[in-house]
Structures are given as C-alpha cells and as structure tokens.
C-alpha cells in the first residue's frame, strides 16, 4: 500500500515542477547579471576621473607623440618634435596650433624619463595650450603616436616665474627620473610687453 505522499505525480504537476525549477535557475542568472553590473558601475563611480572597470587599458609601446588631446578643454593639437637652442631654451613650433616634443624626452609610453611637451600661449587669445591653466587634478590627458594612445592623469598644476622654472629645470625636464611622467609646459600672465610665468602641468601614465 501506497500514501498519498509516495505516489508519483502526474504529467501536469511535473510540468508545474519544471517550470519552477526553470524559473529559479533564470532568477538566480539575472540576480547574478544585475550584481556584476552593479559592481562594474560602483567600480567605474569610484575610480578617479571616471575611468570604468569594465574597459581594461593597456598602454601601447612606447613611440613619438604625434597628437595632443585633452578632452576637459577640447584640446586636439598636432605634436612635432623641437630640440633645445642654444642658452637651454625649449622652443615650441611657429605654429601656435601646434605643440612640441623635446626630441630627446622620453617617447610617449616610455617606463623611465620624462615626456615633455610645451606649446604657445597667445596673449590676443589662442594657442593650443592657453586653456592649460584650467586644468584641474585628476583630469586626463592623452598624447597619441603611432603606436597607439596614452592616457595620463593630471597630479599637479604649477605657475612658475622664469628664473623658479630655470631652478627647476633639472626636476622637470631630466631624463634620469619621473617615471614616464608627461610634462607641459606653456606661458601665462602676459604684462603688456611678455608672459611673465610659465604654467607647468605634471600628469602620471595611468
């Protein structure tokens, strides 16, 4: 004799226990889907400058800069290389749209040395890098070459006179430390006649 509690269920209640079974299994994908999404946005909220989990970087090898951008200021300038003149002065390009790369600075990517790019100021408004002063900590900045882009973020942003830059110059723009770091450099604070300062950007390779 059988009870009611062992007898074998029929075709309607085993397809009511399957779609059960069918629905907790989907229930628990989508608490699992929903948990990671909510994990990759936390981490995007909270990484510095916005910059999301959910999309890996990897910086490419290290190459000439070929372009500038800054998206906080809508920068996008054409990047060409410059050597030093005599009296240890870097130059930028003619061209106030363009900027330059000390040829002899660490290429964009590089470990070691530093990036040092500078560009014009034009005191009747304009220049690649007149809005550079507004730059805050924790913005990016991205130098492109050829080999790919990339990123860095802003940790500092300096207003020097010409002779604290001279100073400084060993700091700034040697080659036997910084990391990789990316220097700009531009001018502000024109009197009438000259820029009086220089504003100095300094941002890590993320």
């Known amino acids: 004799m059988t009870s009611a509690d062992d007898t074998e269920p029929g075709p309607g209640a085993r397809r009511e226990a399957v779609r059960r079974r069918v629905a907790a299994v989907a229930h628990g994908v989508w608490v699992g889907v929903l948990v990671l999404a909510l994990g990759l946005t936390v981490a995007g909220a909270v990484l510095p400058g916005g910059e999301s989990a959910a ?22 300038a054409p990047v060409a290389p410059i050597g030093m003149r005599p009296g240890r002065v870097l130059q930028p390009p003619a061209d106030p749209d363009q900027v330059g790369w000390w040829d002899v600075s660490a290429r964009a990517g590089a470990r070691g040395g530093q990036t040092v790019v500078t560009g014009h100021t034009v005191h ?18 991205l130098v492109v070459s050829r080999k790919g882009t990339v990123r860095y ?14 100073e400084r110059a060993e700091a700034l723009f040697g080659q036997d430390h910084g990391r990789g770091r990316l220097v700009l450099v531009t001018c502000s604070d024109w009197n009438g006649s000259y820029f009086e300062n220089n504003v100095v950007v300094l941002a890590r390779p993320l």
């Open 55 to 76: 999309r890996s970087y990897v910086a490419p090898a290290p190459a000439q800069p070929i372009r500038l951008k800054i998206p906080s200021l809508d920068v996008v």
């Open 124 to 141: 009747t408004g304009g220049g690649a890098l007149a809005r550079v002063p507004s730059l805050k900590q924790g913005q990016r900045v």
């Open 153 to 166: 973020r802003v940790t500092t942003v300096q207003v020097m006179s010409r002779a604290r830059l001279a």
